[in-house]
């Protein structure tokens, strides 16, 4: 009898994995390695310096307040934007999942001149903000928007493949034995979800750490107020701090990968919890 052998697209599991760890090492590694290097040449006295000054503690802040509210409402918006892609058929339906993908084509800046042109006090909404009391332009909110703006199509690309492939037999099934809607959500759809609506929250978290070119248009990029730690770096960047510059990015480096492997535990536990319930 003949043993049939599988064919691969890619030639060799070896090759394949050294270009792939090359490229990752070129590309990914050497330069965060570099970074933790010229870190490690500062004394404990001069990181602590860097990184806990008040300008850099107010700009810890600011970042994270504004990243932690638009992951918050793009969790909200961005389920909602791929439940309609995904269970619904209408016409535009093309468009606007075109247009869900204009923040990663987008140039940064040209987002944040278009959001400054539209909020603020002679642009097309700004009007009714103010009269309403909100001021978006030149404040915190500015930012969270920005950072919204940016990292909404994470949470949507991550969700809506999901929803696309979860079948339907376990939601009729949920319906014909007298489960109302909420209760197919909660029970059927939401467990099998919530992986996913994570690690899309996740993706837009890390976005917003390192965001910097939509904001500094909308933000006012005051000291103290509205201005943001990648700001900071690329400040002390120009004044040739370059060991405060380092300190400061490590910080959030080393907050970038918390969060992910925190969010890697979660799903974790919640692939864990699937199967145990046999979802």
């Known amino acids: 009898m003949r043993l049939s052998r599988s064919r691969r697209t890619l030639p060799g599991f070896s090759l394949t994995l050294g270009i792939t760890l090359g490229y990752l090492g070129v590309i990914v590694l050497l330069p965060l390695a570099a970074l933790l290097w010229r870190a490690a040449g500062l004394s404990a006295a001069e990181f602590v310096a860097a990184v806990a000054s008040p300008r850099a503690l107010a700009t810890y802040q600011v970042t994270l307040t504004s990243a932690l509210q638009a992951v918050a409402f793009n969790g909200v918006a961005g389920l909602l934007f791929a439940w309609v892609l995904a269970r619904y058929d209408f016409p535009g339906r093309r468009l606007l999942d075109a247009v869900m993908d204009i923040p990663f084509a987008l140039p940064t800046a040209v987002a944040g001149v278009a959001l400054s042109a539209a909020l603020s006090a002679t642009g097309w909404f700004g009007p009714f903000l103010s009269a309403m009391g909100w001021t978006v332009v030149n404040a915190q909110a500015g930012i969270a928007v920005a950072m919204a703006f940016t990292s909404l199509p ?20 949920a319906g014909l034995l007298g489960a109302g809607r909420w209760q197919v959500f909660r029970h059927v759809i939401a467990p099998v979800v919530a992986p996913a609506v994570l690690a899309g929250m996740t993706l837009a978290f890390a976005r917003c750490l390192g965001e910097f070119g939509a904001i500094i248009f909308i933000a006012g990029n005051r000291p103290m107020k509205t201005e943001i730690t990648s700001l900071l770096i690329y400040i002390r960047l120009e004044e040739y701090n370059y060991p405060a510059a380092t300190a400061i990015a490590v910080v959030i480096l080393l907050s970038a990968l918390v969060v992910m492997l925190l969010a890697n535990a979660i799903q974790a536990w919640q692939h864990r919890y699937l199967d145990k319930e046999g979802v």
């Open 154 to 173: 994470f949470v949507v690309r991550t969700v809506q493949p999901v929803l696309e492939d979860l079948d339907a037999d376990a939601e009729e099934a």
